[in-house]
């Protein structure tokens, strides 16, 4: 059983518009949720991180979205390029499980130019 | 900065051969994890190491195992290999921290079992 959910599994967007990934998740002992960004041949990369005791993240482009009572928590990319064509893997971890990551299943990402 | 060293970066064995892949964390992470990615597949983790210790195992076969050495490198050792081991793996490192979770992760050997 996929205890973190994401969906959809590809999005295709055009440049300029807004990439929208949802994650839910069922164990309400995750506090850490992690986004990561997989380019094809690479290792996932860090992007953004949020813990439940905020609602909203920002960094530059990139948004986390967090809705605790709904357990689900999102990926927003503004202004999306087509450099951000990737696989973006939404995760959850807490301490009772030594904070090892529980990955969703991906979500292929391409910008049209 | 410094990242997560992976070696080597390809490989190439036949079945029932052995194989060994490294790990350099980043320097002061103390944990170790390794995690086996199928083609479009998220990455499934295998083993983590803290302090080289055995921190918690994942889905890793009898047929591999692995270690954390004294300098916080890590290995893992493959044996017996199958087509079906032919995977990216990745090494990530962390600080162990309560309050961080953040992973790093390196750029991934590629095995490939013929």
């Known amino acids: 059983q996929q205890q973190v959910k994401q969906s959809p599994q590809s999005l295709i967007v055009q440049k300029g518009g807004i990439s929208i990934i949802n994650c839910a998740y069922e164990?309400?002992?995750?506090?850490?949720f992690p986004w990561y960004q997989q380019f094809p041949g690479k290792g996932p990369a860090l992007l953004i991180a949020i813990r439940p005791d905020v609602s909203e993240k920002k960094e530059g482009r990139f948004t986390i979205s967090f809705n605790k009572s709904a357990k689900q928590f999102s990926l927003h990319i503004m202004d999306s390029q087509p450099g951000d064509s990737a696989t973006y893997f939404c995760a959850a971890a807490y301490a009772g499980n030594n904070r090892k990551l529980i990955w969703g299943l991906g979500t292929s990402l391409a910008v049209n130019p | 900065a410094a990242g997560v060293i992976q070696s080597p970066r390809h490989l190439i064995k036949e079945k029932r051969e052995t194989a060994t892949l490294k790990c350099y964390p980043i320097?002061?992470?103390?944990?170790v994890y390794w995690y086996q990615q199928g083609p479009g597949q998220d990455p499934q983790f295998l083993i983590s190491f803290y302090e080289k210790m055995q921190s918690d195992k994942g889905s890793i076969p009898d047929r591999f195992s692995a270690q954390q050495f004294s300098d916080y490198h890590s290995e893992l050792n493959m044996s017996s290999l199958e087509l079906g081991d032919s995977a990216l793996y990745f090494c990530a490192s962390s600080f162990s921290t309560v309050n961080t979770g953040e992973l790093f992760f390196g750029e991934g050997s590629r095995l490939t079992v013929l």
């Open positions: 320097p002061r992470h103390d944990t």
């Open positions: 164990n309400t002992a995750f506090d850490y």
